[in-house]
């Protein structure tokens, strides 16, 4: 995230019920602030943070913004060997929203997505899982976890990653289906929006039914 104020216009500007947000520093050296705690109170939402490492003096991870309270949440461990990564789970009243940001090397990968199917299988609402997977979806990790998990498919033009210059399609938004739960996407689309972050923001409009 390069802005917040341009971060949190396009936020309010969407009115969503839950945002995911990924690479966010807490109170680090390079950034002494709680980002996602100031995101939060410009846009009027609920903040969950996710840390996955020590860095500089705080902490960096993902996060989760939600319009209503969240019931409960928890983190689960993701492996890389560079950087420990996370997915964090936050359990709200009709569903279970999951933000992650998976390695860059694809062995890692490939365990996260294993570890998130049992973890799913756990859960007794409907699943999101949603994030930077730093992958395509011909690679293997997608392709296990489409076997799981609906990838949604983005209305054209598809990229998300460079921001300034899209060419790649590594972010998505999952729905389990071991549960069986049913959607409907009115809409699914990248903005144009080069600037804000090194990615391009991805928007849904969903409703889930079990």
Not at 151 to 180: H, M, Q, V, W
Request: charge should be negative; include cysteine.
């Amino acid at each position: 995230m390069k802005d917040i104020t341009r971060c949190t216009d396009i936020i309010n500007d969407a009115r969503p019920d839950v945002v995911a947000v990924q690479e966010l520093d807490s109170m680090t050296t390079r950034r002494p602030l709680d980002v996602l705690g100031r995101l939060a109170e410009l846009t009027g939402m609920y903040p969950t943070f996710g840390a996955a490492i020590d860095r500089q003096g705080g902490k960096y991870g993902v996060g989760v913004l939600t319009k209503e309270k969240p019931l409960s949440y928890y983190r689960v461990p993701l492996p890389c060997s560079s950087e420990p990564r996370v997915m964090l789970v936050v359990e709200m009243e009709n569903y279970y929203f999951c933000c992650t940001h998976f390695s860059l090397h694809a062995e890692y990968r490939n365990e996260a997505v294993k570890i998130i199917i049992e973890e799913a299988k756990k859960l007794n609402k409907p699943i999101f899982l949603v994030g930077d997977f730093n992958a395509s979806r011909d690679q293997e990790a997608m392709q296990l976890l489409a076997q799981h998990f609906y990838i949604f498919n983005k209305r054209p033009p598809i990229y998300t990653f460079p921001a300034d210059a899209p060419r790649s399609e590594i972010d998505y938004i999952c729905l389990y289906s071991g549960r069986g739960a049913l959607a409907t996407v009115f809409d699914y689309w990248v903005p144009e929006l080069p600037v804000v972050s090194d990615h391009r923001p991805t928007v849904m409009d969903i409703s889930v039914c079990e």
